[in-house]
T-cell receptor, first 114, second 113 residues
Framework: DTEVTQTPKHLVMGMTNKKSLKCEQH?????MYWYKQKAKKPPELMFV???????INESVPSRFSPECPNSSLLNLHLHALQPEDSALYLC?????????????FGAGTRLSVL | GENVEQHPSTLSVQEGDSAVIKCTYS??????FPWYKQELGKGPQLIID?????GEKKDQRIAVTLNKTAKHFSLHITETQPEDSAVYFC????????????FGSGTQLTVLP
């Protein structure tokens, strides 16, 4: 099973709302990632968790708050977003050992901020 | 910072023809180069990858070649089919970046029936 499951698939929120994106994998991967992808652009790395600890934060605004409650789950909490935050949010996971770094991506959450 | 350049940005081919997408990278110590395919409404899916100690890898109609001296790698798709139509991203893992991948800008491939 190489599946990464993201929920919800679509989300519309106002600028004052609080919402959360969820990601789940059962491949035993100990690295998990959040990416942001705008239309016709490559994924942009936001956060990396290694062994459930935040290891990389790519200068992401504090209105995005990641959380890794256990080795299978990754959340992204959203608060006071701006319209320019509308994008596809992708979760990925990978092994933490070896040269090969196959990242398995979920289908993403399409977020619209009104 | 480290950089991956990808060309062309769009590519149209007739069904049955071959398609080639090229990428160059900046860090000569990079050691891992995956290619991802992203269909509309889906997340990127790995289609083939190559490590820096290998010059070429093939999987059915798909092949990747790596030229470490020139710091470029290419995706070759033969006998293209309409279902190959998608956006393709190359990526590289740079020597100091742990698990991070740097992606190219993407190529929209359209296979015309």
């Amino acid at each position: 099973d190489t599946e990464v499951t993201q929920t919800p698939k679509h989300l519309v929120m106002g600028m004052t709302n609080k919402k959360s994106l969820k990601c789940e994998q059962h491949m035993g991967h100990r690295a998990m990632y959040w990416y942001k992808q705008k239309a016709k652009k490559p994924p942009e790395l936001m956060f990396v968790y290694s062994y459930e600890k935040l290891s990389i934060n790519e200068s992401v605004p504090s209105r995005f708050s990641p959380e890794c409650p256990n080795s299978s789950l990754l959340n992204l909490h959203l608060h006071a977003l701006q319209p320019e935050d509308s994008a596809l949010y992708l979760c990925a996971s990978s092994q933490l050992t070896g040269v090969v770094n196959i990242q398995y991506f979920g289908a993403g959450t399409r977020l619209s901020v009104l | 910072g480290e950089n991956v350049e990808q060309h062309p940005s769009t590519l149209s081919v007739q069904e049955g023809d071959s398609a080639v997408i090229k990428c160059t990278y900046s860090d000569s110590a990079s050691n891992y180069f995956p290619w991802y395919k992203q269909e509309l409404g889906k997340g990127p899916q790995l289609i083939i990858d190559i490590r820096s100690n290998v010059g070429e890898k093939k999987d059915q109609r798909i092949a990747v070649t790596l030229n470490k001296t020139a710091k470029h790698f290419s995706l070759h798709i033969t006998e293209t089919q309409p279902e190959d139509s998608a956006v393709y991203f190359c990526a590289a893992r740079f020597s100091g970046s742990a698990r991070q991948l740097t992606f190219g800008s993407g190529t929209q491939l359209t296979v015309l029936p």
